[in-house]
């Protein structure tokens, strides 16, 4: 049952007391500490985290998709159970951040139907295909790898729940990392045709995933407010510079070549220069309209309609309700 959060009667600009509470609410997040569900917080707070657990916790399950799908086409059985695992670990993240959401006052209910509907975002990447094998190992190993990024450093911000949510999903995401690093350098050090196989996903992917983090800082809209009420502790950008100064040098020693050629260091300021990404075709993706976003959709509305049956089944015996049995065909 959904945890209802205590709503406040002075949550929004102009109502009486905002202003002390804000102050107040500053302060506390300030000092580093957590706001739980119960506490005072400005409406806005609350509405820009339940934007972005909701869009988190939908990436999570649609993130399972592309990967799932090449589970009964793994090259051996070793790689077919660590793939099993991995989908079923990512499906898990997206309920705990369901949960987390939740807390908040959105229901569970609302967040999917509004993501099998089209109206609910979720992250740029899962909106492509996964051509290869060799963009199984990519996603596993890359996309993780600027997930937990992101997630390490939100689970350190101001918001209890989704905190804690994050720090167990980045003990199970450094394993599917580790898991995609070991795929990677298979492809790296195999046949011809492997490393060929995994130099053209590099190629296909490297874009969505330099704009995985969002926009860039002069672009984004939410990085002042997030960073202020320390829900984001680093910003798009500086996100983008710790990937890359952390994965790139790995990706170059397995001898991969990245398909910019504005990327080099700089070494007066310690940071990567790299084409910016194309921002307009971020946010058409991210709206819906990118190569597998309707495959995406499609699929989850399948699964949640075929899923029906075992909703109502729960229901029935949480209320103490006879659960009827499945009849044979």
Request: net charge neutral; hydrophobic share 40%.
């Amino acid at each position: 049952m959904m945890m209802q959060p205590t709503r406040c009667t002075n949550d929004k600009p102009g109502d009486p007391g905002y202003e002390e509470h804000l102050a107040a609410f500053e302060a506390r997040v300030g000092r580093g500490d957590k706001v739980e569900p119960g506490d005072w917080m400005p409406c806005e707070y609350r509405q820009q985290l339940i934007r972005l657990i909701h869009v988190h916790a939908n990436s999570e399950i649609c993130g399972a998709l592309p990967e799932g799908g090449w589970i009964p086409h793994a090259p051996t059985f070793k790689r077919k159970l660590a793939l099993c695992a991995k989908v079923q670990d990512e499906v898990g993240h997206g309920q705990l951040l369901y949960r987390a959401a939740e807390t908040l006052g959105k229901s569970r209910e609302e967040m999917i139907e509004e993501l099998i509907n089209g109206k609910a975002k979720y992250s740029n990447v899962f909106h492509y295909h996964a051509k290869t094998w060799a963009d199984v190992c990519v996603i596993a190993w890359l996309i993780d790898a600027a997930a937990i990024v992101n997630q390490t450093m939100m689970a350190d911000g101001s918001y209890g729940p989704y905190g804690r949510a994050l720090k167990r999903i980045c003990y199970e995401e450094a394993f599917h990392l580790t898991h995609g690093y070991d795929m990677c350098i298979s492809l790296a050090t195999g046949s011809k045709v492997q490393r060929e196989m995994l130099q053209d996903a590099v190629n296909r992917w490297w874009e969505p995933i330099m704009m995985f983090h969002g926009p860039s800082d002069k672009e984004s809209k939410h990085t002042e407010q997030l960073m202020k009420w320390r829900i984001k502790l680093m910003t798009n950008d500086e996100q983008r510079q710790t990937f890359l100064k952390k994965y790139l040098p790995k990706m170059l020693n397995l001898g991969l070549t990245v398909p910019d050629p504005n990327l080099h260091f700089d070494e007066a300021t310690k940071e990567w220069r790299y084409t910016e990404p194309n921002w307009k075709r971020f946010l058409e993706v991210v709206r819906g309209n990118g190569p597998a976003s309707a495959l995406r959709l499609a699929t989850r509305r399948m699964a949640h309609e075929e899923g029906a049956w075992v909703r109502r089944a729960l229901a029935a015996a949480q209320a103490g309700d006879k659960v009827p049995m499945p009849t044979a065909a």
